[in-house]
């Protein structure tokens, strides 16, 4: 667990620095996303649609559960750069992030 633990802060270090800031936290937070599969996954940029890294997730263990979650995690990413959120909401998607990869990092492992 305290690897899983130092990944997603690893990952997530620039999002929360962002945490306040709405549109360089959710850029931030997207980057740091993606940045996370392509290490965890191996793949490229290019081959970053939802489909593909639901895809890939299922494939190599991840639940369906921790890939839903994954995956709207990236939409909200998405759609909150033109919606405004409060403060709270930037908290919210911040753990949930941090719960995911660190479930991504123990099913992945297993």
Do not use: W
Not at 23 to 46: G, P, V
Not at 70 to 99: H, I, N, W
């Amino acid at each position: 667990m305290k690897t899983a633990n130092r990944l997603s802060k690893k990952f997530l270090s620039a999002a929360k620095k962002n945490l306040g800031n709405h549109d360089q936290f959710y850029i931030s937070l997207e980057k740091s996303l993606h940045n996370y599969l392509k290490s965890k996954l191996n793949i490229q940029t290019a081959e970053m649609s939802k489909d593909r890294v639901s895809e890939l997730l299922l494939q190599r263990g991840a639940t369906v559960e921790t890939n839903k979650e994954f995956v709207e995690l990236l939409a909200s990413c998405e759609f909150a750069r033109y919606t405004p959120s409060s403060d709270s909401g930037m908290q919210q998607d911040f753990e949930k992030a941090s719960k995911v990869i660190n479930e991504i990092d123990k099913q992945l492992k297993r």
